[in-house]
């Protein structure tokens, strides 16, 4: 390059890497943003990659507004598109998390999406199974503050599952504390007769009885039922 | 080549880039925005974007100077294929 000036060289780069308003680059990267899922990066990287494209996709736009109220829209429906993008390329296993920010009346910051989901990856890589079963993925979707008893839900759930039958102790949560009962599918529920099958047949018939009776709206539901059986 | 050594005339130390933030085909956005907050850092933007003072000014040949070096630190900046 034959230049005088800084400024000179500067400019002429500017000129000829720019792709300001260069059609085919906005193409290209709307593209790469298009076909970017999670697949096997973290959410951070997922989202570094994404946001990069999107700061990137704005400059060569060079979109300008004229009046503050039109910019304004302008900023809220490019964050929603970009919330909805975010969370439709993640991975199955951040579900619950969806339905639960897409649940929100108001939708937060991409940054703030962002910021939950990675809280939630966070939360699931400290889980020793990792999240992988289906009854984690259920008890991510409800309240914070079931969380407690939910999660003793589960490790019932797991510990009933590894040995086969009920221990004692188990049984004591079940009757005695607050039941949470997770209705995920059929298969959860013929194993939550099951393991009741374990005690007595009485107990049985009524758990049944309170399964079969409940309402579920559809498969995959929360159900909570607050079971006061004493245990004798 | 240390940009430091050949910075007689003015306080500016340029850091050449790092290799892999060098400009080169696609990275042009990512090049300009550490380039401009590097010299902006320098109060040295005015090259890029202000006008030289007048031939006759006393202070034209330290500008040119310092001109010069800002060029030879964008083309260490870039990959041998564009500069």
Sequence with gaps: MFFSTAKEIWENLCQTYSMKKDIAACYKIENKIFHTSQGSLSVTSYYGMLNGSWIELDQYQNLKMKCTDDSIALAQFLERMRIFKFLSGLNSEFDPIRIQILGKEKLPSVSKVFHIVRGEETRRSVMLDGGKSVDNSALAAGNSVYNSSLVAGNSVDNSTLATGKAPKEVHFLHLESLIVMIVGAAIVRRRVILRKGASNLMERRRTSNVLENSKVPYKGMLIRHHLTLKLK | ?83
Excluded at chain 2, 22 to 33: F, I, K, S, T, V
Aim: cysteine-free; glycine content about 2%; overall charge negative.
């Design chain 2, 1 to 83: 080549m240390s940009a430091k050594n050949t910075t007689p005339l003015n306080s500016i130390d340029l850091q050449v880039l790092q290799s892999n933030y060098r400009l080169d085909e696609n990275n042009y956005l990512q090049w300009a925005l550490l380039v401009r907050a590097t010299l902006k850092g320098r109060k040295k933007l005015n090259h890029l974007d202000g006008n030289p003072p007048a031939k006759t000014d006393s202070k034209y040949e330290d500008w040119d100077d310092e001109d010069f070096f800002i060029m030879t630190w964008l083309w260490n900046s870039m990959t041998p294929a564009i500069s």
